[in-house]
């Protein structure tokens, strides 16, 4: 079992930026950050695969969001820049991928609670 707790969520304006962490109790070799609006299925936003490289998961966020890791702490980062008001939601991290769609929700173990992300206009 890897519990994941999520923090660095907040207010900003748009433009601005903000980085999330996520901290896992244990070593996972891939994880996934992901995130949800009220109503909605959950979407990922980007992957680290088993290779140690990132992979994109949305076109929206390209070249504004950058994942990385320690390795050595467990810990997952996602930096969020130039951000705009849609990208409001909360941002999960998912960890333990189990088939081989990064992207797809269905296809990570273990899940933290997530932490809000509100843009403002």
């Known amino acids: 079992q890897v519990q994941l707790v999520e923090s660095g969520g907040g207010s900003v304006q748009a433009g601005g930026s903000l980085r999330l962490s996520c901290s896992a109790s244990a070593y996972t070799r891939t994880m996934a950050w992901f995130r949800q609006t009220p109503g909605n299925v959950r979407e990922a936003v980007v992957a680290?695969?088993?290779?140690?490289?990132?992979?994109d998961c949305s076109n929206s966020v390209k070249g504004r969001f950058i994942i990385s890791r320690d390795a050595g702490q467990n810990m997952w980062y996602l930096e969020m820049n130039r951000l705009k008001a849609e990208y409001n939601a909360m941002y999960i991290c998912?960890?333990?991928?189990?088939?081989?769609?990064?992207?797809?929700?269905?296809?990570?173990?273990?899940w933290g609670r997530g932490t809000q992300v509100t843009v403002s206009a």
């Open positions: 680290w695969l088993h290779n140690n490289t990132a992979a």
């Open positions: 998912a960890a333990y991928r189990t088939q081989p769609t990064f992207c797809d929700n269905t296809s990570y173990r273990y």
